[in-house]
Each structure stands twice: as structure tokens, then as C-alpha cells.
């Protein structure tokens, strides 16, 4: 059984620093590259990252480049968002989310998309205060 689950999200002030991490079981975690998404409350699930499955392809919404880095540990089936200089307008619950199939090549435009994934975590809530 596929199973992802997130944690490390919490209450932070803006300019603060969080690190999300989702731990993945059931799966050969490496044949897969690996997104994460957000979903702010009335706001349809928007991309934030991904990355490919050995980790050396990155891949960024335009609102958290330069503030999120997403990283990878193969050998310990883990996918983390390292979120800094965080904004009120990051307050959202945030999913990470397994590819599709597995690839070896795929575009920026393929990951960006909540269809290009079919397996789910339960969300971790990130709440930033301003």
C-alpha cells in the first residue's frame, strides 16, 4: 500500500523558516519523481515544487523560487521543502505528491499539474502570521 505523510508544518511569523518533510512507504521511492502542492482555504491546490526522481532536476512555482528549496533522500524514501522568508500569502495546508508513472524525463509545465500525480499525502498545515 502507497503511502505518503507530511509533516513539519506549524505557526510561524512572516520572515520565519519551516521544513516539511514526507516520508514515503510502499513505493520503490526512486523510480519516482516527487511534488509538492498547496491549498490555501477557497483557493483551488496550486503547484509549489517538484523534483525529479534522482533528485537533479528542481522545479519551482514563480511565487516561491529563490525562498523554497525541495531536496530529496533516496535512501531514506523522504522528500523535503525547506521554506524560507516565509509571506502570510504561504498560509495554506501542503500535500506532497508521487508522479504518475515513473520517467526519466518530463517538463516543468508536466509538474506543475495535479493531474501529473496520482498519489496523495493527508496535508500538513503551514499557517504564517504577519
Known amino acids: 500500500q502507497v503511502q505518503l505523510v507530511e509533516s513539519g508544518g506549524g505557526l510561524v511569523q512572516a520572515g520565519g523558516s519551516l521544513r516539511l518533510s514526507c516520508a514515503a512507504s510502499g513505493i520503490t521511492f526512486s523510480s519516482y519523481a516527487m511534488g509538492w502542492f498547496r491549498q490555501a482555504p477557497g483557493k483551488e491546490r496550486e503547484f509549489v515544487a517538484a523534483?525529479?526522481?534522482?533528485?537533479?532536476?528542481?522545479y519551482y512555482a514563480t511565487s516561491v523560487k529563490g525562498r523554497f528549496t525541495i531536496s530529496r533522500d533516496n535512501a531514506k524514501n523522504t522528500v523535503l521543502l525547506q521554506m524560507n522568508g516565509l509571506k502570510s500569502e504561504d498560509t495554506a495546508v501542503y500535500y506532497c505528491?508521487?508522479?504518475?508513472?515513473?520517467?526519466?524525463?518530463?517538463?516543468?509545465?508536466?509538474?506543475?499539474?495535479?493531474?501529473?500525480?496520482?498519489?496523495w499525502g493527508q496535508g500538513t498545515q503551514v499557517t504564517v502570521s504577519s
Open positions: 505528491a508521487r508522479d504518475r508513472k515513473p520517467r526519466t524525463i518530463a517538463t516543468a509545465d508536466y509538474f506543475s499539474r495535479a493531474r501529473s500525480y496520482d498519489t
Open positions: 523534483i525529479s526522481r534522482s533528485g537533479g532536476a528542481t
